[in-house]
């Protein structure tokens, strides 16, 4: 399993911001600071798109930072009861994680069937349609998730 760079340029200052807005939040929240939350907190702003649990457990073995998955777990789980992460399945039974940005600044995701690689892209066109769409169905609609599963470039040319 394979996870693209994330594509999107525009979120890099959004992804910078990210590692101090979560602190704060943290902090608001009552929770003070903890060396292995604050290593998951920076690996997720590093890691960007999409990463499980096992690949931050993963990259914070490597780097002897010594933060077991049960640590990485209770981190994650967290930061999503605080918003401060999106978190998504793409199919294959395990839950994804990425910054959540304050600003609203999100994207949305394509995922290989073949190869299991998971890219991001956004579209201001589709953002535009569920507007639309929710004054139609007359929804105040407060988050939505996009994927789109095919084959990705290099499968469908058979490389
Ligand atoms: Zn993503
Ligand atoms: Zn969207």
Same mark, same amino acid.
């Given at each position: ?12 200052? &959004?992804? *910078?911001?990210?590692?101090? /807005? ?6 608001? &929240? ?17 890691? =960007? ?8 457990? @993963?990259?914070?073995? #490597? *780097? ?7 640590? !990485? ?6 930061? @999503? *009861? ?5 978190? %998504? @399945?793409?199919?294959?039974?395990? %839950?994804?994680?990425?910054?959540? $940005?304050? =600003? =609203? #600044? /999100? /994207? $949305?995701?394509? !995922? ?5 690689? !998971?890219? &991001? %892209? +956004?579209?201001?066109?589709? #953002? *535009? ?5 929710? $004054? ?9 998730? !996009?994927?789109?599963?095919? +084959? ?6 058979? =490389?």
């Amino acid at each position: 399993m394979r996870t693209s760079a994330p594509i999107l340029y525009r979120m890099e200052t &959004a992804v *910078r911001a990210w590692p101090a /807005h979560a602190q704060t939040a943290l902090a608001r &929240a009552g929770y003070r600071s903890s060396a292995p939350r604050n290593a998951v907190v920076e690996a997720l702003a590093e890691l =960007g798109c999409g990463v499980t649990a096992r690949e931050i457990a @993963d990259l914070l073995q #490597e *780097r002897g930072r010594g933060v077991g998955l049960a640590s !990485v777990y209770r981190a994650l789980e967290l930061l @999503d *009861r605080l918003r401060l992460v999106q978190r %998504f @399945d793409v199919g294959e039974g395990v %839950f994804r994680y990425e910054p959540a $940005h304050p =600003g =609203g #600044e /999100h /994207h $949305h995701h394509l !995922v290989c069937q073949t190869c299991g690689i !998971v890219s &991001a %892209f +956004e579209d201001p066109g589709l #953002e *535009r349609a569920i507007e639309t769409l929710s $004054h139609r169905v007359d929804y105040s609609i407060d988050a939505h998730d !996009v994927t789109l599963r095919g +084959e990705c470039p290099a499968c469908h040319s058979g =490389g």
